[in-house]
């Protein structure tokens, strides 16, 4: 069986679609870049005033000249280089519009052919660079320069020339400039820029912190761990980055679309031009007219950037939410996933036991869980840290014990105010000849619990069970994915009873228990074939064969792991489940604005279009509508998917 390499780096592209190809694009919009638009504009109402007034003269035509070149040239020739190469392109489409149109007298509608063609593509990639701007604003998140600490000195430097074990120090409003751990001082740190969180996260010695996060309340001194160019700052740009470079399937499709419907558009104006006049004896100049309304109206700029526009908003929109995609391929899939498969420990689970039940029939509750803390206090395996939390939580004082004795593996025995207690599992109070509770324990170990035995001066008082905590979210998430039609099954190396236990009490569509990392991608070879896509959660290190061999890996909490972040599709920032619900919703939403600007996209042309040849499309109106105006459209219908969220997460 091949396994996907799913982390390896996709394919560059040198164009954004052949749509775009020789397209003049302006995506810095200082003053000088609308100049020349502006000085055109002026020059076509002054061309426009001058027939109105006078009527047609050479000032008003060297003005309508004027402005044709001024905001056209670089048109043309992009146009006509991209013909050179065997490429015909929307630039070449407006140029034979605007050339037609003068050359048949209707020489401002030429003019205006090419100005509103102009304002269009302006206007196109102020409001596309609208969906990259949060990772813009991540980038000057980035600090130039940090405070180093050396012999007792300050000074600032460069970030560039900070290197791995130096130490830098932030007081209260400063941001990180590298990645680093705490060696002095507390502090909480908002990381909303890189999770998604709006919560601050309390930060001490031996805690982790990240470049381009804000140190609000204290001072801390950081141990440097990675340099500027290789901190999760840098590496969330660069994927980001990486990501709007791919091509989803459908942006493929359209692309390839757009490349055969392009040529097919210039000849069907050619016969639009021709065909009645020689065949049928009609106006060669009213055709030739409505041949160039045809041109201009099928141009496909708005079905050419239906898809892309859709994609990038929604990775930059997940991206500020602490969701990296690592391509629009990627969302499209997780949109049509019909199964997800999730890793228990550590992602269903927080790989962390906690007390159940605490049960006695001679003994109040606390007063178990008082003389179980008392024998558990000098331990540190899980058993006993979930017992001591649990006390502490219930304000349970620790009682002194006496003629302390460890069985290894069993339990331990000791003095409780002059009475022998004893906590351990079955195996010690067989040994131990203590006659366990009627039939409790295999209650207990049924739910899929590990239970721990009680007893006092040889006599069982109790049980107390524990389980590995679920995470906060589970049920509501699997919830809502079964809610969206979506199959969920848990993956899992426990045994039966206690997988079993889990996916009951998380109502999981599935399970499947004792599975090695190997056997993992056999499962999810299983559920591909019975249902079709499926996405694989998992934390990303000992999931990573499962996450590679799913159409669709998602790692969680891969701000601290670089395996999450190479070997996952998709990473979530932190361990919030919540998030999945969200990358779903946002990823059917995706899909559905993708279809509702292709089908206004056909619709809106073909009326245009149908209308021009009676006569009641003008040149001008074209481009307007058919042109200028939907593109907007379509990027405006794009742009709102930046309001889809989760309740849990912040957009900043």
Known sequence: MTVRPSHERREEHSHEGEHREGKVHVHEHTKESWLPLAISGVAILLGLASRYLQGPSLLSDILLIGAMIISGYKLAETGLRSLFRGNITINLLITLAATGGFAIGHLEEGAAVIFLFNIAEKLEDYAADRARRSIEALMELKPEVATIRKEG??????????????????????????????????????????TGESAPVAKEIGEEVYAGTINLDGFLAVKVTKIAGETVLDRILQLVEEAEESRSPTEAFVDRFARV????????????????????????????????????????????????????????SAGRNGVLVKGSTFIEQVSNTKAIAFDKTGTLTQGELGVTDIISPTLPERELLRRAVALEAKAEHPIARAILERARAEGVEVSETTDFKAYAGRGVEACIEDRTCCIGNLRLFEELGIKPLDGLVEKLEAEGKTVVLVSEDDCAVGAIALMDKIREGAVETIRELKGQGVRVEMLTGDNEVTARAIAEKLDMDGYKAHLLPEEKVDAIEKIR???????????????????????????????????????????????????????????????????????????????????AFPGLVTLWIAVAVGDMGLSLAVIFNSLRLGRIRSDKLVIF
């Open 261 to 316: 419907y392009t040529p097919v558009v210039i000849a069907l104006a050619i016969l639009v031009a021709v065909v009645p006049p020689f065949v049928l004896g009609q106006s060669l100049h009213n055709w030739i007219y409505k041949a160039l309304v045809m041109l201009v109206v099928a141009c496909p700029c708005a079905l050419a950037i239906s898809t892309p526009v859709a994609m990038v908003s929604a990775i930059a």
């Open 153 to 194: 000195e300050e000074r600032t430097v460069p970030v560039e020339e900070v290197w791995p074990g130096e130490v830098f120090v932030v007081r209260p409003g400063d941001r990180m400039p590298l990645d680093g751990m705490v060696v002095e001082g507390v502090s909480s740190v908002n990381q909303a820029t890189i």
């Open 529 to 611: 074939s019975e249902y079709g896509l499926v996405a694989m959660v998992g934390d990303g290190v000992n999931d990573a064969p499962a996450l590679a061999a799913a159409d669709v890996g998602i790692a969680m909490g891969a701000i601290g792991s670089d395996v999450a972040l190479e070997t996952a599709d998709i990473a979530l920032m932190e361990d919030e489940l919540s998030r999945i619900t969200y990358l779903v919703k946002l990823s059917k939403a995706t899909m559905g604005r993708i279809r509702e600007n292709i089908a206004a996209s056909l619709l809106v042309k073909l009326v245009v279009a149908a209308l």
